[in-house]
């Protein structure tokens, strides 16, 4: 293959990743969040991600992936196959001030009837984050929904289970939409809700690479 043309290849190559976005990373906080995960052995991507604050602190990153990209809270609750909600905590917690959060935000985002319909679900999961002796700045909750099992809350990588249970899971679907709404709907700021929702990109910081991308697609271009 002659030079020119190789050098052709190398700057459409260079190309087609600069304007796809291929090598930049999704910043929010000084948080670096993966692109993908894979849930209940389910690839997921990266819907959308933002940072939650109560009063003046940011309490947290808020990353949502789904199998397939969704715009509302209405299509994230009809879109089939495993979700997640991804926290990483940005202030130190205790295990008390992680239930009382959630049952705020839990009533918030349900029904009266909803919640009275509940009220177990919600008494169980308020004991978890209870015993928790702390969260500290740093770790990880993750908020799975898995088709046929249902929702489950983790703990850097660990399930957390409800006293006296064998399961983490709770397969309540109503359960499972009511959790997806307590980070995206209820009272969750507009901002926060659209940059979740891939409607705003807002709170992501500017990558880096996205830059040095352009440069080198440049340079590349400029050799050809």
Not at 30 to 44: I, N, Q, R
Not at 168 to 178: G, M, Q, V
Request: glycine letters at 8%.
């Amino acid at each position: 293959m002659k030079m020119q043309n190789l050098r052709g290849l190398a700057c459409a190559v260079l190309l087609g990743s600069a304007l796809s976005g291929a090598w930049a990373s999704v910043e929010v906080s000084g948080v670096t969040l993966d692109d993908t995960v894979t849930v209940g052995g389910t690839p997921l991507t990266l819907n959308g991600a933002g940072f939650r604050k109560r009063g003046y602190f940011k309490v947290d990153v808020t990353a949502l992936y789904t199998t397939q990209r969704v715009n509302s809270v209405e299509a994230l609750e009809k879109l089939p196959g495993a979700k997640r909600l991804e926290l990483i905590i940005q202030q130190d917690l205790s295990g008390s001030q992680a239930s009382r959060y959630f049952l705020i935000d839990f009533e918030a985002s349900a029904t009266p009837a909803e919640f009275a319909q509940l009220i177990n679900e919600v008494s169980q999961i308020g004991g978890i984050y209870s015993a928790l002796p702390k969260i500290k700045k740093g770790d990880i909750v993750a908020i799975d929904v898995i088709p046929g099992k249902g929702a489950m809350a983790s703990l850097n990588g660990t399930p957390l289970v409800p006293h006296g249970a064998t399961s983490p899971f709770f397969n309540n679907d109503l359960l499972a939409k009511i959790f997806l709404r307590m980070y995206i709907a209820g009272k969750t700021p507009a901002e926060l809700h659209d940059n979740l929702l891939g409607l705003s990109t807002s709170m992501r910081e500017k990558s880096s690479s996205t830059p040095a991308a352009t440069d080198a697609s440049a340079k590349a271009a400029s050799a050809h």
